[in-house]
């Protein structure tokens, strides 16, 4: 008797697992809905416009002597690539180095392939902009870019 007893709580235990799981796909479904991999690289001329002017802000096109040193937020490069935002890049799986301009380039795209769409940055003006202030700073109306 203890024998069968043992077998109805498995059984009983077993259907739970298989309706919980089944619960959990559409909340899964709906957690993983706008999850994109920011891995691919964007050809468009919208982000190289984007990036040309990003490089032109952060550093004039690379005429600023400044931007060759260590900023004191420990921006680096001409792009003046902060460690937030490399630690983003980490994140999304973009590989980049703040000292090569063309590894900084596909990784800006990349970037912004990836938060641009979800943030609706749609100019390269907007992207520049997202860019400089991150996405919870771009969300925020109140702040401008004075050039």
């Excluded at 559409?26 to 920011?38: G, Y």
């Excluded at 060759?68 to 980490?90: N, S, V």
């Excluded at 596909?106 to 997202?130: D, F, N, Q, V």
Aim: glycine share 6%; charged share 30%; with cysteine.
């Amino acid at each position: 008797m203890k024998r069968d007893t043992k077998e109805q709580i498995k059984g009983f235990v077993l259907c739970l697992e298989i309706i919980a799981l089944f619960m959990l796909v559409p909340i899964l479904a709906r957690a993983c809905r706008d999850w994109r991999p920011a891995t691919a690289e964007p050809d468009s001329d919208l982000f190289a416009q984007a990036v040309q002017v990003i490089h032109h802000r952060e550093s004039r096109s690379g005429a600023d002597p400044r931007c060759r040193q260590t900023g004191p937020c420990g921006e680096i490069g001409e792009y003046q690539m902060t460690p937030i935002w490399l630690a983003d890049c980490a994140r999304l799986g973009i590989d980049v180095d703040p000292l090569d301009n063309e590894s900084c380039r596909r990784a800006i795209r990349a970037w912004l392939a990836y938060y641009a769409p979800r943030l609706g940055a749609e100019t390269p003006e907007h992207m520049a902009e997202l860019y400089r202030r991150g996405p919870s700073g771009y969300r925020r109306k109140d702040v401008r870019h004075e050039d």
